[in-house]
């Protein structure tokens, strides 16, 4: 029986794996950078995403990823115009139903508080943590297996919310059900791993019993 859903932050809660991708292209061409088209690195990790623009140059990489790290607090995420509008609603009804939760991401901790804060559902959200608490990034599922001992729930007890191909395979490796959140128009993502498909958040609600 299901008693735990588990949460994947972006492109799932928020909708900012857009604007991620964005604005690191536009740090970059202040960087000498050019671009035809905008790479999506929608659901990877910062190691990986700075070793697909810089491949072969460890000094120049580390450089750039801290240049980047003042570039993003001149231009912070705006949560609040972002934020997925069912993220309250489905949080707040699944705590009504006795469901416990928990939010697993790739981004750094700081920044699941702040859209915990700003999507008002700290009273809602069991537990959460950072892939930079893991020893691995998604597709480890060391994230999620975590997020199930600390919520004391098995992998059968436990629904996965997800949008990206590495998140929807550490779910599915840390053995619980996945679903996919079909990702916003013009944004593809191969989410054929995933038990289903949902075209809403709100969708979770019909994978669950008495809800």
């Not at 690191?24 to 929608?42: C, H, K, M, N, W």
């Not at 508080?113 to 069991?126: H, K, M, S, T």
């Amino acid at each position: 029986m299901i008693k735990a859903v588990l949460f994947d932050m972006d492109g799932v809660l928020v909708d900012t794996e857009w604007f991620y991708n964005r604005r690191r292209v536009a740090y970059l061409e202040t960087q000498g950078f050019t671009f035809e088209e905008i790479p999506d690195l929608s659901g990877s990790n910062e190691k990986a995403i700075w070793e697909y623009f810089v491949p072969d140059d460890p000094v120049r990489r580390e450089r750039l990823r801290r240049g980047y790290g003042a570039y993003q607090k001149e231009h912070p995420v705006p949560y609040d115009q972002l934020l997925n509008p069912q993220t309250r609603q489905v949080f707040e009804r699944l705590k009504a139903c006795g469901y416990r939760t928990a939010i697993a991401s790739s981004s750094y901790e700081e920044l699941i508080q702040e859209l915990i804060d700003v999507a008002g559902i700290r009273p809602f959200v069991d537990f959460s943590i950072s892939g930079h608490q893991c020893t691995a990034f998604k597709p480890s599922p060391e994230i999620y297996l975590r997020a199930m001992i600390a919520l004391g729930v098995t992998e059968r007890e436990c629904v996965v919310v997800e949008d990206s191909p590495l998140g929807i395979a550490a779910g599915k490796a840390a053995g619980a059900v996945v679903l996919a959140l079909r990702p916003r128009p013009g944004v593809v993502l191969d989410q054929s791993r995933a038990d289903a498909v949902i075209d809403t958040l709100g969708g979770v609600f019909d994978f669950l019993p008495a809800s």
